[in-house]
């Protein structure tokens, strides 16, 4: 079932649900005051009659043999005016006198003041002497209308909830009309691959509007992803094929009797290095900024990494820290290799300082720096700045960048004056 036969039941069925309490209601309502009605009418006339009726002497009729039919009650000139309306006088048990319209004898009139008896509203009501006056009514004209009210209702219902439902159905195209695009959208985007392709998209506020919205943001990303992942593929396999190919071509120089078996296996070795180190920068590029977090001491974890490098440090003696400890040394590690190659002997300096809500680690050298121009692409992936001589990937920033994210921090480049460069990893304080 489509979304769009499913909001038009939905409708009808809420439709009905509402039309059914209000006639229910109303049937009940009209029930209580059409007896109502009736009851205060019988009440009063009941109480008039009972001042009117003309009692013989000694307040006793005499009885009545039952061949000899009772005679009119006599309630003085006061004609009823409600043909509906019929009254009796009752002693011991016997009718002493009707009204002049025909009393219904086939029913039994009920000791409590007010009942419903078939078509008949009954009253009775007790006066002195034995005598009891009764009174009826009757009420097929009330229950016609009652019974008319409930079929105008079931009648209304279905006839309502179609029309709610058929209004359901035309006006919702244009309500799910984003839905539908988004659909469209999808099944192009599943069938072809094209990232390119958005849903078109309206001013607004409402649910659709927003899923439309948070949809083609969701397609800017994945088209982002693919690019970049595109770009990168492209970049490790070139890579990836330059030290194959270095080793490729040593190993045929050796086959040759151009280079001998130890040169071959030198230039083999320093290449499998080379890829080593090319594949573990990609992996941790791969994780997408995700990294499992525990309790370290970072200073002590900075101040052994910078002594096995030959840096000096500077800093706290200990600093409890939430991080990734093998994360964090490759992060170090790749920012002392970086200084250590591309700015040979200078002083190299790692300094650990907390601030508020900050911990900054920095590494400074006193080499020439980077030009502002490269200062900026520094840390894209597989980047070398124009002039570079120094050997390497280009993805040693990259990583310690991609390493920042997963511990919620920054790397921030700047260059020292006089000369030098330094780069810190700004984390957040634990």
């Not at 499992?292 to 706290?316: F, N």
Request: aromatic share 6%.
């Amino acid at each position: 079932m489509s979304l769009r036969l499913r909001l038009a039941v939905f409708i009808a069925v809420l439709i009905a649900l509402a039309v059914l309490a209000q006639g229910i209601v109303g049937y009940k309502r009209f029930e209580r005051l059409g007896l109502l009605e009736v009851d205060q009418a019988l009440v009063a006339y009941l109480e008039d009659m009972s001042h009117r009726v003309q009692r013989p002497p000694g307040g006793r009729f005499d009885k009545r043999n039952d061949d000899q039919p009772a005679p009119p009650m006599m309630f003085g000139n006061l004609e009823t005016r409600n043909r509906l309306l019929r009254v009796r006088l009752v002693q011991d048990d016997t009718i002493i006198a009707t009204s002049g319209d025909a009393f219904p004898t086939e029913i039994q009139i009920p000791k409590q003041s007010l009942a419903t008896v078939g078509i008949w509203r009954t009253i009775s009501q007790d006066l002195s002497n034995g005598l009891t006056i009764q009174a009826v009514i009757n009420l097929a004209d009330q229950q016609r209308g009652v019974r008319n009210y409930l079929q105008s209702m079931f009648l209304t219902v279905p006839l309502f909830a179609g029309l709610g439902a058929l209004a359901a159905w035309f006006f919702s195209m244009a309500a799910l009309k984003p839905l539908e695009n988004l659909i469209g959208t999808t099944q192009h985007v599943a069938d072809s691959g094209d990232l390119t392709q958005r849903v078109p998209q309206r001013q607004g506020t409402g649910e659709l509007e927003r899923l439309t919205r948070t949809f083609n943001q969701m397609l800017e990303r994945l088209q982002g992803f693919r690019e970049r992942e595109i770009g990168f593929t492209r970049t490790a396999a070139h890579e990836l094929r330059t030290p194959l190919t270095a080793m490729r071509a040593q190993l045929d120089a050796q086959r040759e009797g151009w280079a001998t078996a130890d040169e071959a296996l030198g230039t083999a070795r320093d290449q499998v290095e080379r890829m080593t180190k090319l594949s573990q920068a990609l992996l941790v590029l791969a994780r997408e900024g995700r990294a499992e977090l525990s309790s370290i001491d970072l200073a002590s974890l900075a101040k052994t990494i910078a002594q096995s490098r030959g840096a000096s440090y500077i800093g706290l003696d200990s600093l409890p820290f939430q991080g990734n400890q093998i994360l964090l040394e490759r992060a170090l590690e790749n920012l002392l290799e970086n200084a250590t190659k591309h700015a040979p002997n200078s002083e190299i300096t790692v300094k650990l300082e907390r601030n508020v809500s900050k911990v900054l680690l920095s590494v400074t050298d006193t080499g020439a720096g980077i030009k502002p121009a490269a200062l900026e692409r520094a840390s894209e992936a597989f980047y070398r700045a124009p002039g570079t001589k120094a050997y390497g990937s280009g993805l040693g920033l990259a990583v310690v960048e991609n390493i920042m994210k997963a511990h919620g921090g920054r790397l921030l480049l700047e260059n020292v004056v006089p000369h030098g460069l330094k780069v810190t990893l700004e984390l957040l304080g634990s």
